[in-house]
């Protein structure tokens, strides 16, 4: 607001012989590019239109016809109108890429990027308020039996169940993700032991009942790790749960093992 009122002033001081309409674009740009509706810049075009108007009225475009006053304020407020339509589009189709490069297709849960971008905010938090983590990992049981027997489109419907699941089960506070294959995250901020267990058993349960009901031989082995001041590094913490998931799938599989 501050520099269209700005650009105005300068607009009339400067008068109808020098042109410097072109550096309204400038806050119709940031404005379009940051502001979150694109209405907001539909709006400083409009004003910049409008201090355009008032400004170059009184320097002297008043003397000109109602015709050629009329035209150039048309044509004025579309130039404006235009460059914030096109930058809103371009920011919103950019924000989209963004968010597409970030989740799996499939699953429409976070990928492996948008996991650790995610995990690595989640851990920043932890250690300032000396807070705590739990992170599962849950690997499908027998789930290459299903792509070799049953097809890979059984197995992309059970992949795509399994995170309807997740997200119907989990806090909005969490993070899931699939990082690959048939592997999935859980990333559960200030939760405690047993917490993290029940919720974890009711997802096993869920994936077990969706196999059942699709007559496929499927189930959830889950390792838990619970992390707490000082919180590790996100590799650390993926490589000992890891660990515990392959104890779980030692264990006899389809079954939640925590690292305490």
């Not at 650009?7 to 940051?34: E, H, K, N």
């Not at 948008?114 to 739990?134: D, K, M, Q, S």
Request: with cysteine.
């Amino acid at each position: 607001m501050v520099a269209i009122l700005l650009i105005g002033w300068v607009d009339y001081a400067t008068g109808i012989q020098i042109r410097i309409y072109a550096l309204y674009f400038a806050p119709i740009a940031v404005i379009s590019a940051y502001a979150p509706r694109r209405r907001d810049g539909l709006m400083a075009a409009a004003l910049c239109a409008g201090v355009w108007l008032f400004a170059n009225w009184h320097a002297g475009m008043s003397a000109y016809s109602a015709l050629v006053n009329t035209i150039n304020t048309v044509v004025q407020l579309s130039s404006f109108m235009l460059v914030a339509f096109l930058i809103s589009n371009y920011r919103d189709a950019l924000n989209s890429e963004r968010a597409l490069a970030r989740s799996d297709a499939l699953t429409g849960l976070l990928n492996l990027l948008g996991f650790t971008e995610r995990a690595n905010v989640e851990i920043a938090r932890c250690r300032r308020g000396r807070g705590g983590l739990a992170l599962a990992l849950l690997d499908l049981d027998s789930f290459k039996l299903v792509n070799d027997t049953h097809g890979h489109a059984m197995g992309d419907d059970m992949l795509r169940a399994v995170g309807g699941i997740l997200r119907q089960r989990l806090r909005r506070t969490d993070v899931a993700a699939r990082l690959g294959g048939d592997e999935f995250a859980i990333l559960m901020p200030d939760t405690s032991l047993a917490g993290a267990e029940g919720l974890l058993e009711s997802i096993r349960e869920s994936v077990a009942t969706a196999a059942r009901f699709r007559d496929l031989p499927v189930t959830a082995s889950i390792g838990l790790s619970m992390f707490s001041d000082p919180v590790p590094g996100l590799e650390t913490m993926l490589r000992d749960t890891d660990q515990r998931m392959y104890d779980a799938k030692l264990a006899g599989r389809n079954r939640v093992i925590s690292s305490v």
